[in-house]
């Protein structure tokens, strides 16, 4: 394949601004992350003394030495739970994402319980909601480690409720389609939560810790004046000796967790981890590169190729119809080994770019090759010529083809996605397999000042047509309101925030990132679970 030869000249004044904005960037997000294991771990003393190892601990035990772990949304409700975002502990109450469980690629949940006692908050849910869809569209065995107050009753909301019950679904959906479900409750499961416990396929207790009832001592002497110990209503050695809820009683957390770890061990799972069809090779270009490459100004023009030139095997990039609809930039890669097919942009998207990319999908899809999406475009293209074009019809096609393709497609957010540029490069509406942001990545419908600008000409328009004249300082003050409100919510932090991605990345690690989920991709489609008319059910 042709080489990508890097555009970057490392030194130069704009090299090392944008390298800075990166880094800047960066240090924010590992502050962010930062505040949410400080909080957790600030429960060390109190779970010592109990006997109990922090959430993030038994995470470590959990999973297999030195096996990567890809941990996901860490920046889920950022800003949501207390005014100052500086102050703003992220997470969701939950820790998610995808490793390795005695040699078995899962998908892990653990409740971090080390903060609000595990209580789920309102963006946990989605963030739980997501794992267990990444689960079920990666055919991945599901691990949680439970301990959870339930849902916030302080920040109680109706749909919240009901929603949840989703969950409960996705667990028993996860059973029947052959994937099994393995659960350690290391505290409280209550109410709902019990149905945590309920619905896995393998339930390993912890003596005198684990609690699992419907309802707790309070509400069940509130409900119908009975009393009863939490022992009795919900204890580990009940439920292994009596309710049969419970498959395994361990005596301590370390205990549970090596049951899990045997259980996955034990069981016959397909253990498709095969290397790559080809070897990987390093690019050609240094990954501190991806530093720089993206401009601090966003208004600066950027060649997407450079970021190709830093993840691909070797450098190599195979150009596909290079001539026609150029800023539509479509191609073959190699990444970690594994055949990948690149669309991105150099400019907004024109009807030839349009039609570019959706042959481009078709050929992709015929030889069941991914297809990974780096966005960084303004749109697709406006005015009379493209209008009178087809640029609709265009586009719409476009967007036919990312909605229906039939191999995995992954989305990396680099810079901007604005408008219907985002639909038509797979962004999170269109339910990519996995879907990532750099931290300088910026998400709306169109950009700050274009917006500003619209609203006040059809603001000035209306005053004119009232009162004979325009107000301008009102029209200025209305365009920096609209200018600062996009620029806070098309932040990444916002963004991300509200779980519009699976995770926030460092552009150094993208290639490893990439390589990861694309070896997840063709694991699950070698993978064949034995599907059953209903979940596993206990007696």
Request: proline letters at 6%; glycine letters at 10%.
């Amino acid at each position: 394949m042709p080489v990508v030869e890097s555009l970057l000249a490392p030194g130069s004044a704009a090299y090392n601004n944008n390298r800075a904005h990166m880094l800047g960037l960066l240090e924010r997000l590992r502050a962010c992350e930062a505040r949410t294991v400080a909080a957790s771990a600030a429960a060390r003393e109190r779970f010592e003394a109990r006997g109990q190892l922090l959430p993030r601990d038994r995470l470590g035990l959990l999973l297999d030495p030195g096996a990567p772990f890809m941990e996901m949304s860490t920046l889920a409700g950022l800003g949501m739970d207390k005014p100052d975002p500086n102050a703003s502990v992220p997470g969701g109450g939950i820790i998610t994402g995808i490793g390795f469980v005695s040699g078995v690629r899962c998908m892990v949940l653990v409740s971090d319980a080390g903060i609000d006692a595990g209580a789920l908050q309102p963006m946990g849910l989605d963030k739980l909601l997501r794992a267990q869809e990444m689960a079920l569209d990666n055919r991945l065995p599901y691990v949680q480690l439970v301990e959870s107050a339930g849902a916030n009753l302080m920040a109680y909301r109706v749909e919240d409720f009901i929603r949840g019950g989703s969950t409960f679904r996705n667990l028993a959906r996860l059973s029947a389609a052959g994937l099994p479900v393995v659960t350690v409750t290391h505290g409280s499961s209550t109410a709902g939560g019990a149905y945590q416990t309920g619905l896995s396929d393998y339930v390993v207790l912890i003596r005198g810790k684990s609690r699992a009832f419907l309802a707790g001592p309070p509400l069940l002497k509130a409900a119908t004046g009975e009393v009863a110990t939490e022992e009795e209503l919900g204890g580990a050695v009940m439920h292994t000796h009596v309710s049969g809820l419970g498959d395994y009683l361990a005596e301590d957390d370390r205990d549970g967790i090596r049951m899990a770890r045997d259980i996955l061990a034990g069981m016959d799972w397909p253990r498709h981890t095969t290397p790559p069809p080809v070897p990987p090779r390093a690019p050609r270009c240094d990954a501190e590169g991806l530093l720089a490459i993206m401009p601090a100004d966003p208004k600066q023009p950027v060649d997407m190729r450079q970021v190709i030139a830093h993840i691909a095997d070797d450098s190599d990039f195979l150009p596909f119809g290079e001539h026609f609809g150029g800023a539509t930039v479509c191609g073959h890669i190699r990444l970690g080994g594994w055949a990948l097919g690149v669309i991105t942009n150099n400019g907004p998207i024109d009807s030839a770019g349009a039609n570019k990319a959706t042959h481009f999908i078709a050929a992709c899809c015929q030889s069941r090759t991914p297809i990974l999406y780096l966005n960084n475009t303004t749109g697709f293209m406006v005015g009379k010529e493209h209008e009178q074009g087809g640029i609709i019809k265009h586009g719409s096609k476009m967007i036919q083809a990312v909605t229906n393709a039939t191999v995995p497609q992954i989305t990396l957010y680099c810079g901007a996605s604005f408008g219907a540029g985002n639909y038509g490069m797979c962004g999170r509406g269109f339910a990519p397999r996995f879907c990532f942001s750099w931290p300088n990545a910026r998400t709306a419908v169109m950009g700050p000042e274009q917006a500003a600008e619209t609203m006040a000409l059809v603001t000035a328009a209306a005053m004119q047509r009232k009162t004979g004249q325009v107000d301008t300082e009102k029209i200025a003050a209305l365009k920096a309101g609209i200018v600062e409100r996009f620029e806070r919510q098309m932040s990444v932090f916002a963004t991300s925030a509200l779980l519009l991605d699976d995770g926030v990345i460092d552009p150094r690690d993208t290639r490893a990132v990439l390589a990861e989920v694309l070896a997840v991709c063709r694991e699950a489609e070698a993978r064949t679970p034995q599907r059953l008319s209903f979940g596993v059910m206990r007696p």
